[in-house]
């Protein structure tokens, strides 16, 4: 479309936003060079412990270790692997269980007590009963991250389910509409929003899981390292898997902030 088909005024405003964009983005950078470059000066001058707090450059060797090791792909790889499966079945659950849970108001109030427990419940607690029942392998650590995650994706679309304006509903049971009509025509398209809400909040959920579950029985993977690491005081190798599962999470979340730009501009 030609700029001359907008008003001066509108091609002004674009201009300004497209700037105040650019500022954020510039000033995320900026700050997270200057915390680096602090950090590393820092760590030159002796003034922090580098063996206790590592330094960016240390770290950076690290991390061309592993991936020249062939290790970090690996590790990667596997945290990957659970991470996703647990994210794509605890949003896919979660979502099923939350219809069901705004189709039927009964079947809501039974079991209302019982997903308030299991979201204020400490999962890891149940790290032992998980490695009996799935073993020491990427089941249970899968299982970790749906248990994590599931609870949340429920509660998270069943209010935007039940946040559905009711004029509009009882608009269409006037039409005769039955509730699965009103669910597919009404609710399940108005709660959209709530969906890409509950993937981007899943997405640390299916991290946290997953991890979790590696701190517990992994013999591979990020969380491993991090254990490991840990466990022979080469915290250089906890500092770099730290960063590394930090640059993954926030790639899995730009891929689902991606998605809602996709949808929002089909919408339109």
């Not at 248990?147 to 039409?175: C, H, P, W, Y």
């Not at 579950?213 to 993977?221: F, I």
């Not at 490991?228 to 689902?256: R, W």
């Amino acid at each position: 479309m030609k700029n001359n088909e907008f008003s001066k005024e509108h091609l002004l405003y674009i201009k300004k936003i497209k700037r105040n964009n650019a500022f954020i983005v510039i000033s995320r950078f900026l700050i997270l060079i200057f915390i680096i470059g602090i950090w590393e000066f820092l760590a030159r001058i002796n003034a922090i412990d580098t063996f206790i707090s590592s330094s960016p450059s240390r770290i950076i060797k690290t991390i061309k270790k592993l991936f020249i090791e062939d290790r970090l792909t690996y590790h990667i790889s596997i945290t990957l692997y659970e991470t996703i499966v647990g994210f794509l079945l605890s949003s896919f659950f979660g979502y099923i269980i939350a219809l069901l849970l705004w189709l039927s108001k009964k079947l809501r109030l039974i079991l209302e007590p019982y997903i308030v427990v299991l979201n204020s419940l400490p999962k890891i607690a149940l790290g032992p009963i998980i490695i009996v029942w799935f073993g020491s392998g990427s089941k249970s650590i899968i299982f970790m991250a749906v248990l994590v995650g599931i609870i949340v994706a429920i509660i998270t679309m069943l209010n935007g389910f039940l946040a559905t304006e009711k004029e509009k509903i009882l608009l269409l049971e006037s039409m005769g509409a039955n509730n699965f009509q009103i669910m597919t025509k009404l609710v399940i398209p108005g709660s959209v929003p709530t969906l890409i809400s509950m993937l981007k909040i899943n997405v640390g959920m299916a991290w946290i899981g997953s991890i979790m579950g590696e701190y517990l029985v992994s013999k591979a993977g990020l969380g491993y390292l991090i254990v490991y690491g840990g466990q022979v005081f080469k915290l250089d190798l906890v500092m770099a898997s730290t960063i590394v599962l930090c640059i993954l999470a926030g790639a899995m979340y730009a891929i689902v902030s991606l998605l809602e730009k996709i949808i929002v501009k089909y919408k339109n």
